[in-house]
């Protein structure tokens, strides 16, 4: 892993910050880096973060770059027959950290990156799938509607009752799983 620590203070500090002349300005790049860490880690860090008293706003930038966090339960076991809860991978693929004047952090995204690389797949993916749906729908609409047995008012409204039901659909999905799942608690031969 790559970290790179940059600490300013003084006037030179001003163009990032009017406070950081005086409690100065940290700059810091993390550039892929992976570690694996317990629940009890996270948890037991608060202790050594508190303090009797109220520490100063440090402005900061924190950029991360091409990150991957597993988090591992460590926890005892509720139900021993259990097979214990999945790892939770946290992958950044670039994202930065702010601390302003106020004290809050602010998670941003790089600039010059985000929305415009996004929109345009999912603008041609929107594109792709729309004509298999009107294809699939147009068989039950009526003939005379339009070239493809629909008319373009009915194509948005339709479009958002797929979604709508592609959510509740997820929704089940999920319901289901955590009813098995909490099933097999009680008898780990259980199958559906």
């Known amino acids: 892993p790559e970290v790179c620590l ?9 163009v990032h910050s009017p406070l950081a002349v005086q409690n100065g300005f940290l700059q810091m790049l993390v550039h892929s880096y992976t570690a694996e860490l317990f629940m009890s880690f996270l948890t037991n860090l608060g202790p050594f973060l508190e303090d009797e008293i109220i520490p100063e706003v440090i402005p900061m930038e924190i950029e991360i770059v091409d990150a991957k966090i597993t988090l591992k339960d460590d926890s005892p076991r509720v139900y021993p027959t259990s097979p214990g809860p999945v790892p939770l991978t946290l992958a950044v ?11 809050v952090f ?26 298999a ?11 005379a509607a339009g070239p493809r ?14 979604q709508s039901m592609r959510i509740a659909l997820a929704e ?6 955590r009813l098995l799942q909490e099933l097999r608690k009680y008898n780990p031969l259980f199958q559906l």
């Open 172 to 177: 089940a999905t999920m319901d289901k799983a």
């Open 133 to 143: 749906e009107c294809e699939c729908v147009s068989a039950h609409a009526a003939p």
């Open 106 to 131: 602010y998670l941003t995204a790089p600039p010059g990156e985000g929305s415009p690389k996004q929109e345009k797949p999912v603008a041609v993916l929107e594109e792709q799938k729309a004509p």
């Open 93 to 103: 693929d670039h994202l930065v950290v702010k601390r302003r004047e106020d004290g």
């Open 6 to 14: 940059r600490l300013e203070v003084g006037p030179g500090a001003a």
């Open 149 to 162: 047995g629909l008319s373009f008012r009915e194509v948005p409204e339709l479009q958002r009752e797929l």
